[in-house]
């Protein structure tokens, strides 16, 4: 395994996320600082921390340091997952949440992507072995590309479960911090097996070396908001999963006309 190709592939940047915190700028000065090759953008179902480095800082700052486009899509059905598309493809139908999962494994395949659940044995409703249809969705698990193995917001128990399930069904795993703040930045990593330079590589790798690809670790970050606020953060959850589910139908339409679009292009 090539020496220093770390990655931290779990990033929210104050541009892409809602509840993020830290500008991309600030993103990759830290991670370089301890050594990182590259991130992850995985904005909640948003690319635009991801476009704010491609018109502003791609070829300016930081040209040694490897940014890679993803996003963290909130499914109607298997709580979060994390998307790679190669870099020439853009389908705005990964920026209105709501899709059921296996619609979006077809899609993301269907373009040359890849795709895997993060934080898998995590929060309810967020999480795809915690959701109301989780024994249904684990069927769908051998369909998945990668396996999201640590993240630094989990506890122990958590991240130990999602490494059986990437055993078990013998899928490459991913790490990263799910930084939202500055000093999560960078706890939770991954290290891959040959050079990444951009999507397209890092897709190539999966698809050729598969549980072989990439290997992850990393300590966990003892701040998060359901730390500090122990059973009331459940009363978030279910909070988060009522929005999640009026937004997914507020965009009902816009997912429609965007697929009927994909479709036509196909066609």
């Known amino acids: 395994m090539e020496k220093n190709m770390r990655f931290d592939m779990h990033c929210h940047t104050k541009e892409g996320s ?5 500008s ?6 830290i991670l370089q600082k301890k050594g990182f090759r590259g991130m992850l953008v995985s904005d909640h179902n948003s690319y635009k921390g991801y476009r704010f480095w491609k018109n502003n800082l791609k070829g300016r700052k930081f040209q040694d340091f490897v940014v890679l486009k993803g996003i963290e899509y909130d499914t109607i059905d298997a709580g979060h997952i994390l998307v790679i598309m190669p870099e020439n493809v853009k389908l ?3 920026e209105l949440r709501g899709l059921p999962v296996q619609f979006l494994i077809d899609i993301v395949h269907g373009s040359g992507g890849i795709l895997g659940p993060a934080h ?5 409703y967020l999480s795809i072995t915690n959701t109301r249809k989780h024994r249904n969705q684990l069927a769908v698990m ?3 590309d990668f396996i999201e193995g640590f993240n630094s917001c989990e506890n122990p128990e958590s991240n130990k479960k999602a490494q059986e399930i990437a055993k078990q069904y013998q899928k490459p795993v991913f790490g990263g ?3 939202h703040k500055e000093d999560c930045i960078g706890l939770g990593f991954t290290e891959f097996a040959e050079n990444i330079t951009c999507e397209s590589d890092l897709i190539a790798l999966v698809k050729k070396k598969g549980r072989e690809a990439s290997s992850c670790g990393g300590t966990y970050y003892e701040h ?5 606020i122990g059973k009331v953060n459940n009363v978030l959850v279910q909070g988060f999963w009522f929005y999640n589910h009026l937004a997914g139908m507020w965009r009902f339409h816009k997912r429609r006309l965007e697929l009927k679009r994909m479709y036509i292009r196909i066609k």
Request: charged share 40%; with cysteine.
């Open 224 to 228: 998060t908001t359901k730390n500090k």
């Open 92 to 94: 705005r139908i990964l």
């Open 120 to 124: 898998p044995c995590g929060e309810k």
């Open 177 to 179: 911090s799910d930084a």
């Open 18 to 22: 809602l509840d993020g915190k830290v």
């Open 24 to 29: 991309i700028e600030d993103f990759i000065g």
């Open 142 to 144: 051998d369909k998945f």
